[in-house]
């Protein structure tokens, strides 16, 4: 104690500036691009604003969106797919990491075989999909045909809409499959021998030392995955104005969601609030709905994972 | 502390530049007097127009081109220089930054109401006035298209209409159908089936997912009313949706929501050389004045007979025959716009030309909006061009007014179209209602 209060108190004050003003890029661009957004988003949730004019309206957008059964709609889409696509995700990029760390000769080539997917472009990749799977036209179905299987509706059904996303978002999961294998490949190689030693087989092996060692990429992994299906918004926009076939001309417009509103997201409610139909303050209100389940599914993967590193 | 005296005369001088920073923009409405006998735009100052349009196509922008420079070789002093293919949300995000184009034309209605109503799009009425144009040379739906709420703040450049295509190869010596009921007969005369039940050729296919077939293209066949005269929904208190849809149902049902279903969804892209019309798998189809300007471009479908003909009708409001909907391109001065006498004089020209627009509707092959251009001798005319002539002019030819929700209210009812055809909604009187309650409620937030 006696130490710290050494510290002449002149200094210390010069040492906190110096910390501020190292910190300061970082303040400011919190400030700007995220403080400001968010208390500005607050601001417009209780206005009514056609991205000219401003109106207050109170609590009329927040009503408005609680009753919007769009709204519940895309929520529940997304939440599907932070359900079940985001683990999907995990669990290829991490099969296929695992898989090619055991490869003795060809690795590099199934690598960069495994990686090259996540190069593609979004809206090409999403195209190539939706063509792919053409339940009429498309060679997956054709192939299933040839062996006597009648091929799904994929993206044209309700059902199968969200699953053949999956699909893309799995083919294309290159990037964390790269970083699990860097992970994979740093876990230290005598936790396995002495393992052996103490008579561990392969899962008890990859329960045991692999996944407690690569635990904090997996949360990094999960986490990011989270956000990002939280987000998504592209691959589900264009695969079902690809796979409705409609296009905007006069007196015929594109219903968002297709087939069904089943791949309508959050965000993309989002957007055609905002900017389709000209209702920023409803879309503000979307916004920070979007944001409290971003948050709140943070805080549960953070603190299932602490919980499980506790435990390790 | 010393930065402190710096930073506040940083924020000031941040503050006074954002203050002075965009002098406002001339806007249009005064217009200055002439002193000589010519043209007001031969009296215009030199300038340089920015013109956003959503034409992509090759043909499209030469030929839109080609009108701009009737326009440049009047009046040389003006140079026009164009952007194509912009798309709505680009030209309202460039209002909004305040980098506006001095002219822009959509390829939809759907936004005139909120540009109107927002002030985005600078309201005509006062030149149009000065100007002594006469709006009656335009069609009633076109008038209603392009104003909102007595804000005329966009033209009609060229529409189009929509009408019955049919391949006569097909049609097995058949006259086109004039109403509902013989539409029905003809679809499943004509209709084909393999022996599992499969379609093979569909006489019609009346499901609103299809292709063009969205309400309000198959709305006039009923003479069926969006909006009450105070803005609010008539889809729910309209009889004639009713009708439309009921018979539409019948002709799904006899085909079998299934079967239809999965005979759309194996069809070709609509916009490519493999269209079930150009294929020859369907015998009947809507479609736009601009499908015969696709047809004779594809080196396979350009030798396909076919014929034209306006829509079918219900049969209790014959009437209605010769009409159909119509809707289509139009073109403004946005607010922020930096020369909008110079960009009204080009509007000016570009839609009331007779001239610019017979040579525009000649080279894309839409509809030219005024009298004068439709009854040019210069307008190339074939009779299956001529029938969407005919509907354009029709007096009870309609179009979807301009709503401050359009394209929220048509997404509305295109997504109970889907649950009714598909046989998921019972009540057919409590889903239009339910239709009724989702467009009046957004109506009331948007600020009715």
């Known amino acids: 104690m006696a130490s710290t209060h050494a510290v002449p108190p002149r200094w210390r004050r010069g040492e906190g500036a110096r910390a501020l003003l190292w910190l300061a890029p970082w303040i400011v661009g919190v400030l700007v691009f ?25 609590l009329d957008n927040w009503r408005y969106a609680f009753a919007d059964e769009r709204v519940y709609q895309s929520a529940r889409n997304t ?11 995990l669990l290829f990029a991490l099969g296929v990491a695992q898989l090619l760390t055991k490869i003795k000769s060809g690795a590099g080539v199934l690598r960069t075989i495994f990686y090259l997917p996540s190069l593609v472009p979004a809206v090409a990749g999403t195209v190539a999909f939706v063509y792919l799977l053409n339940p009429a036209t498309g060679p997956v179905n054709q192939l299933l045909a040839l062996v006597g299987i009648t091929g799904p509706d994929w993206f044209g059904s309700a059902a199968w809409a969200k699953p053949s996303l999956t699909l893309l978002a799995v083919w294309g999961v290159g990037n964390t499959m790269m970083i699990f294998l860097a992970a994979l490949l740093d876990v230290p190689r005598h936790l396995y021998e002495a393992a052996a030693i103490d008579g561990a087989g392969a899962w008890r092996q990859f329960r045991n030392v692999t ?9 990094f992994s ?7 299906a939280v987000q998504y918004f592209a691959q589900a926009m264009i695969a079902s104005r690809v796979a409705s076939g409609a296009t905007d001309s006069a007196g015929s417009t594109f219903t968002p969601g297709y087939p069904d509103g089943s791949l309508l997201t959050l965000p993309q ?39 499980a590193e506790g435990e390790s | 502390m010393r930065f402190v005296p710096l930073a506040a005369a940083g924020l000031l001088a941040l503050s006074l530049t954002a203050c002075t920073a965009g002098t406002e923009a001339p806007s249009l409405g005064a217009r200055p007097t002439t002193t000589g006998t010519g043209p007001v735009a031969a009296a215009l100052p030199p300038a340089t127009l920015e013109l956003w349009h ?27 220089t164009a952007k194509k293919a912009v798309q709505d949300a680009q030209i309202t995000a460039a209002i909004r930054g305040g980098k506006a184009p001095d002219v822009a034309a959509s390829f939809t209605t759907d936004n005139v109401a909120q540009w109107c109503r927002s002030g985005a799009f600078q309201d005509l009425t006062q030149v149009i006035q000065q100007d002594g144009i006469d709006l009656s040379v335009l069609p009633e739906a076109s008038r209603s298209y392009t104003e909102f709420e007595g804000k005329r703040c966009t033209m009609p450049l060229l529409a189009d209409a929509y009408g019955l295509y049919y391949n006569k190869a097909l049609m097995k010596g058949n006259e086109p159908p004039k109403t509902l009921s013989e539409l029905t007969e003809l679809t499943k005369k004509l209709t084909v089936r393999d022996p599992d039940g499969t379609i093979k050729v569909a006489g019609f296919i009346p499901s609103f997912q299809y292709y063009e077939n969205s309400p309000s293209h198959l709305g006039p066949m009923v003479g069926a009313k969006w909006y009450n005269p105070d803005g609010t929904s008539a889809i729910g208190s309209d009889p004639a949706w009713k009708q439309l849809l009921t018979w539409q149902k019948e002709l799904v049902d006899w085909y079998g929501y299934d079967n239809l279903d999965k005979f759309r969804k194996g069809l070709g892209d609509e916009w490519g050389s493999e269209h079930p019309f150009f294929e020859g798998k369907v015998a009947m189809a809507v479609d736009g004045e601009w499908r015969n300007a696709m047809i004779a471009a594809d080196p396979e479908a350009k030798s396909m007979d076919y014929g034209t003909a306006p829509l079918p009708v219900a049969d209790d409001k014959p009437d209605l025959y010769g009409s159909g909907f119509t809707a289509g391109t139009v073109i403004g001065v946005p607010k922020g716009a930096k020369h909008p006498q110079h960009a009204w004089e080009l509007i000016k020209h570009l839609t009331t030309d007779t001239d610019s627009l017979v ?18 001798p210069k307008l190339a005319k074939d009779d299956k061009f001529a029938t969407f002539l005919d509907i354009f002019a029709h007096p009870k030819t ?39 309650k989702r467009i009046n409620d957004k109506l009331k937030l948007s600020g009715g």
């Open chain 1, 269 to 307: 409610h989002l957007f055609h609030t905002g900017f389709r139909d000209w209702s920023m303050g409803l879309a503000c209100v979307h916004a920070l709905l979007l944001f409290a389940v971003s948050m709140v599914f943070t805080l549960i993967l953070l603190r299932q994972f602490s919980r």
């Open chain 1, 211 to 219: 996944l407690p060692t690569i635990s904090p990429v997996l949360m």
């Open chain 1, 34 to 58: 995220f403080g400001y957004p968010l208390l500005a988003t607050v601001y417009f949730s209780f206005y009514r604003y056609d991205l000219f004019t401003l109106e207050f309206v109170g």
């Open chain 2, 359 to 376: 040579t525009l509707s000649n080279a894309l092959r839409n509809v030219p909006t005024t009298k004068a251009a439709m009854e040019s």
């Open chain 1, 79 to 89: 939440l599907w797919l932070v359900v079940f696509m985001v683990p999907a995700q």
């Open chain 2, 54 to 80: 959503g034409f992509s196509t090759d043909a499209e922008t030469t030929a839109f081109e080609e009108a701009i420079a009737g326009f440049t070789k009047k009046y040389p002093q003006i140079k026009v």
């Open chain 2, 398 to 436: 309609s179009t979807l007014p301009a709503s401050v929700n359009s394209v929220f209210n048509q997404d509305a009812f295109s997504t109970f179209l889907i649950q009714w055809e598909k046989g998921a909604v019972k009540d057919l009187d409590a889903g239009l209602a339910g239709v009724d």
């Open chain 1, 222 to 228: 999960a986490i990011t995955g989270v956000i990002y």
